[in-house]
């Protein structure tokens, strides 16, 4: 490592709250599916900035979306209209078949907007006496990390010591229906789910899971809430992830890609009342809703529609995921994904993931270990099938190493 590079990692130790352990490299610069470090060295980004990068780094149509509305406007607040928030409603509502959003910015603000929404459904709707409404939650979830999320998490790591944590939600087992049908009460509002589990190490559910999820929701008039933040906008192969599953759920969430990784954004989409129980003054966000988001949505939807990325999500994930089942090494324990959200799982005695990600460093590809044991592979949509296969022999001699 070139001292300069070890002056930025010293100095963001010095300053910085550890909150991460980040890999030992520098980032300066992004195309496509490449990023350089500041020593100019190149790397496959096959973590895309947890699937927010899915349009490929510094995309030229976004950016330019992006240049052009800050040098018109950039904020209005939702005190006064702005001249792309409208559009921004009419295109997301049409690419994904929802009638109503609502804009906010991070991810984790798109989940606790969609439960404050559906308590107060469960309330003014469904007639849950007040203060009683219960969300349904599954064990391992991952839906980000402000206070009342992280207090519906199972992992102690998320959320040792930073409780007090609110009441109203149940953990079940995820994949499992009948475990959904008894925590079922009369004043269950809603089964907040993600359709594959992300952070949890890409678990994909067993085949029929969601149709019967469907099936109790909407018998328990209950709203069926997909977290989609990381499975949508075509990471899975498809633009939802629960078109896999032949379902429309009754709330989803979408955050990352929506912005192409230029810009937090994120937005609420319903295709009932839910969000036609907010009133104005009853919830908001100063940047949610903002111009120059509303712009870089627009640019980066229309590009994952226009140039086909969500058909190379799903050709280049089968290449990919049959390539990595070609992988003749005893280190491997299961290969899964769908689309391009894949994960390698190692068996326990390979030693720790994160090992196999620095040696991949080495070998010019940037993945990230979750829980010791999984290596998740998710470039950016753009990849081709010969970046693909370059991925694949580099993948195959370094998992048929041995860091144990
Ligand atoms: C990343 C993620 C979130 C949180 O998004 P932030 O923008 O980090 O707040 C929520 N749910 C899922 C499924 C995610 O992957």
Redesign the pocket.
């Known amino acids: 490592m070139s001292s300069s590079v070890i002056d930025f990692i010293a100095a963001e130790a010095r300053f910085g709250a550890r909150n991460y352990e980040p890999i030992g490299v520098v980032l300066s610069r992004g195309e496509g599916v490449w990023v350089w470090d500041t020593a100019g060295n190149r790397y496959l980004d096959c973590l895309s900035a ?3 990068v899915s349009q490929g780094h510094c995309h030229p149509k976004i950016l330019a979306a992006m240049v052009e509305q800050a040098h018109r406007l950039t904020l209005t607040s939702r005190a006064f209209h702005n001249d792309q928030l409208a559009l921004f409603y009419e295109e997301i509502a049409a690419l994904t078949g929802s009638h109503k959003v609502l804009p906010m ?7 606790e907007s969609a439960i404050k929404s559906v308590r107060k459904w469960g309330y003014e709707v469904k007639g849950v006496p007040d203060g009683q409404a219960e969300v349904i939650v599954c064990a391992n ?6 206070l009342g ?1 992280v207090g519906f998490s199972t992992d102690p790591e998320t959320r040792t010591h930073f409780g007090p944590f609110a009441p109203g939600f149940r953990i079940i087992p995820f994949g499992d229906t009948a475990a959904l049908e008894e925590a079922i009460t009369p004043n269950t509002v809603a089964f907040l789910v ?1 359709p594959i ?3 949890a190490g890409v678990v994909i559910p067993p085949a029929g899971y969601f149709t019967k999820v469907r099936e109790l929701c909407t018998a328990n008039n209950v709203m069926l809430v997909l ?5 949508g906008l075509g990471r899975t192969g498809k633009l939802l992830a629960e078109q896999h599953e032949g379902i429309e759920a009754d709330v989803t ?1 979408l ?2 890609a929506l912005s192409g990784g230029f810009y ?1 954004v ?1 937005a609420v989409l319903s295709n009932n009342d839910v969000l036609g129980t907010l009133r104005p003054g009853q919830h908001g966000s100063t940047f949610g809703g903002n111009p120059l988001a509303c712009a870089v949505a627009r640019a980066a939807m229309r590009v994952l529609v226009e140039e086909g990325m969500i058909e190379n999500a799903a050709r280049q994930g089968v290449r990919f995921l049959e390539g990595l089942k070609d992988i003749r090494a005893n280190t491997i324990r299961e290969v899964r994904g769908r689309g391009l959200m894949l994960a390698v799982e190692l068996h326990p005695e390979a030693g720790r993931a994160r090992r196999y990600c620095e040696a991949l460093q080495g070998k010019g590809i940037l993945a990230k270990d979750t829980h010791e044991q999984t290596i998740r592979i998710a470039p950016p949509l753009v990849i081709t099938s010969d970046q693909v296969d370059w991925a694949l022999e580099r993948l195959a001699t370094t998992l048929t190493q041995d860091f144990s």
């Open positions: 947890y699937s927010a910015n991070s991810g984790a603000e798109a989940v979830n991952f839906h980000g990390r402000t999320i993600e589990q992300g952070e977290d989609e933040i990381q499975t969430l955050g990352k937090p994120s």
